[in-house]
Nanobody, 123 residues
Framework: VQLVESGGGLVQAGGSLRLSCAAS????????MAWYRQGPGKQRELVAA????????NYADSVKGRFTISRDNAKNTIYLQMNSLKPEDAAVYYC?????????????????WGQGTQVTVSS
């Protein structure tokens, strides 16, 4: 499985960026895909998640109303539209996919991460 993120970069406060994450090599049922971020000296935190079929979307309180997660199921790609960026949004953003397959004796879960893309917001 490979998750390739793109779209990070340097932007001024108040600006916008759109992150993309393309998943390939998926051989299991995807339950959800998500964006996490980790700022300097901080723990990795969930930013936004979207379930298979895009029926449910969840956002961190800090990004509600500013960020939008979306998904192209045909391309196994998710996007994160980030508007009104703030300096505190600066972090490495990671793509994550969770899923699984039924096996003879139960269920096998999968959890994969991308390599991360840097988002820098200047004040």
């Amino acid at each position: 499985v490979q998750l390739v993120e793109s779209g990070g970069g340097l932007v001024q406060a108040g600006g916008s960026l759109r992150l993309s994450c393309a998943a390939s090599g998926i051989t299991f049922n995807i339950n959800a895909m998500a964006w996490y971020r980790q700022g300097p000296g901080k723990q990795r935190e969930l930013v936004a998640a979207i379930t298979n079929g895009s029926t449910n979307r969840n956002y961190a309180d800090s990004v509600k109303g500013r960020f939008t997660i979306s998904r192209d199921n045909a391309k196994n790609t998710i996007y994160l539209q980030m508007n009104s960026l703030k300096p505190e949004d600066a972090a490495v953003y990671y793509c994550n996919v969770k899923g699984g397959v039924r096996i003879q004796v139960g269920y096998r879960e999968y959890d994969y991460w991308g390599q991360g893309t840097q988002v820098t917001v200047s004040s």
